[in-house]
């Protein structure tokens, strides 16, 4: 008999798994100690290959990334430990989180710090035995009262004066290399200048959008019709294995007992391991179109060719072996009853017809609005949301050096408008007072903008600093992605293997 109930649920898969103040907040101390955010003072290098006895994290060029509780990978890991809440008990899971989540930030900076270190090496450069002198005097441990003490100097070990002048040479080298490939750069006055028209010029929109959700219901009734078989719906029944050996004997014991009219629930109660197991597999009537999402429209082709009471399969899917069963005759549905159903499968495999049309209601509407002159009346009378952007300059891709973005708004509509070209092409040339622009297709939305007003920021006093500041931001982001590159030839991530070796019951 086929199930009066139409509406049955189609319950959710799983798949089978297998195995000035401002001034400061900028340019801080200087332009290197930020760009470099102060791995400096904790900085994680480690010793050169061969280091045999030691855990071994991964490798950059010919140096061996290291730890041992007491060299600056030890104290790397310790100081990110001491920027999370660690106040809770060791054996909490969000323990372990926190610990995992600080061994990686240790390692992270001494990959980065490796890598630097690797490159001057290559380069030939070594820290001069005075300057490394220079620093030891420095050294907070060798100081009393602002000033070198030679007698506490003399009373530590040969062993901590070693480590000593090796943490050291570590910061010259990261100094050094801060110095010359982040601090080391000019900006002419025209460069500078052209960077600061660009900022200063701040513009803000009105703008509506139609979601794609609002597609007519009068297209989808002409889809289903036009589509008929995808929306037939059977009465079936279904029983999912873990493999094809359980899924034959399943098969077989339902012919032994096929004269007994609960022989499929039975089975499907004993061995099913799906969410109708519990409905002794019953899947109510169920769409050509999921079934074919489960296991392609040949085979799905099959189950609905068969007769009350027979059974086919098994189906080897991404969710386990299917063995099928009809429990009554295939019935076409009015569209009018399933606007819904068909709206959600349309949104996932026809999105590019719900597309056009809502870009060509969005079209209408531009010339609608363009035509009396008045954008927020024209969509208020539509009954449409007007908002309104925030300020924002000429920023393709959100560049801080530039200041602000579209996204700043606030509004989920306009996410990843700041690196589309799409948005960019159809917003710049708005330059005239309730100018309106071409449609924009925008996270399952069409969204139209309209120009309302442009404004020149003040000069920053601060500007030169600040360029000065963001390309040397820019440039080490540029290097870290190089050294982290999973095809580059340099660096070999070895971090799972060994952070599991300390802790494995992290797993």
Request: hydrophobic share 35%.
């Amino acid at each position: 008999m086929s199930p009066k109930n139409y509406n049955h649920s189609f319950k959710t898969e799983k798949k089978k798994t297998s195995s000035g103040n401002s001034v400061l907040k900028y340019i801080g101390l200087g332009i290197v100690g930020l760009a470099i955010l102060g791995l400096i003072f904790s900085s994680v290098f480690s010793g050169r290959a061969g280091a045999s006895n030691n855990l071994v994290f991964g490798t950059y060029g010919n140096r061996d990334i290291v730890y041992t509780y007491n060299n600056s990978f030890g104290q790397a890991v310790e100081n990110a430990m001491s920027n999370y809440n660690t106040g809770v008990d060791q054996n909490n899971q969000f323990y372990t989180f926190i610990r995992y989540m600080a061994w990686q930030e240790a390692f992270s900076s001494i990959v980065f710090n490796t890598a630097i270190a690797y490159h001057l090496d290559d380069s030939g450069y070594e820290p001069s035995s005075r300057a490394v002198d220079r620093r030891v005097i420095e050294f907070g441990r060798y100081r009393t009262n602002g000033e070198f003490d030679e007698a506490k100097y003399i009373a530590a070990s040969q062993a901590v004066k070693e480590s000593d002048r090796e943490l050291m040479r570590e910061q010259l080298t990261l100094s050094t290399w801060g110095q010359d490939v982040l601090d080391n750069q000019y900006h002419s006055r025209g460069q500078l200048d052209f960077l600061w028209s660009m900022r200063a010029k701040e513009n803000t929109y009105e703008y509506i959008s139609i979601p794609f959700t609002e597609f007519p219901d009068e297209n989808i009734i002409e889809y289903a019709r036009a589509n008929s078989g995808l929306f037939t719906r059977l009465p079936v029944s279904r029983i999912t294995v873990s493999n094809e050996e359980t899924a034959g004997e399943v098969m077989s014991l339902y012919e032994e007992r096929r004269q007994d009219m609960g022989a499929f629930a039975d089975l499907a109660g004993e061995y099913s391991q799906d969410a109708y197991s519990e409905d002794g597999g019953s899947m109510g009537a169920a769409d050509y179109y999921r079934i074919s999402e489960l296991m392609g429209t040949d085979n799905t082709d099959t189950v609905f060719a068969l007769s009350e009471g027979d059974i086919a399969g098994p189906f080897d899917t991404d969710y386990g072996w299917m063995i099928f069963r009809v429990d009554g005759a295939a019935e076409n549905t009015d569209p009018a009853d399933m606007i819904e159903d068909v709206r959600s499968y349309m949104l996932q495999n026809e999105v590019g017809i719900v597309e056009d049309v809502i870009l060509s209601q969005a079209e209408k509407l531009r010339e609608k609005a363009i035509a009396s002159d008045s954008f927020r009346n024209t969509m208020e009378e539509e009954g449409l949301l007007v908002q309104v952007t925030s300020s924002f300059p000429v920023n393709y891709a959100a560049d801080s050096l530039l200041g602000g973005s579209p996204e700043n708004s606030g509004d989920p509509v306009l996410s990843g408008t700041a690196s589309s070209d799409d948005f960019w092409s159809k917003i710049v040339p708005l330059t005239r007072s309730g100018a309106v622009s071409r449609p924009v297709v925008l996270n399952g939305s069409v969204a139209l903008f309209t120009f309302i007003s442009s404004e020149e920021q003040e000069e920053i006093d601060y500007w030169d600093s600040l360029v000065d500041y963001e390309v040397a931001r820019s440039r080490q982001n540029d290097f870290r992605a190089v050294v982290v590159n999973p095809d580059s030839k340099l660096f070999e991530d070895n971090f799972s293997a060994a952070y599991n070796r300390i802790f494995p019951e992290q797993g």
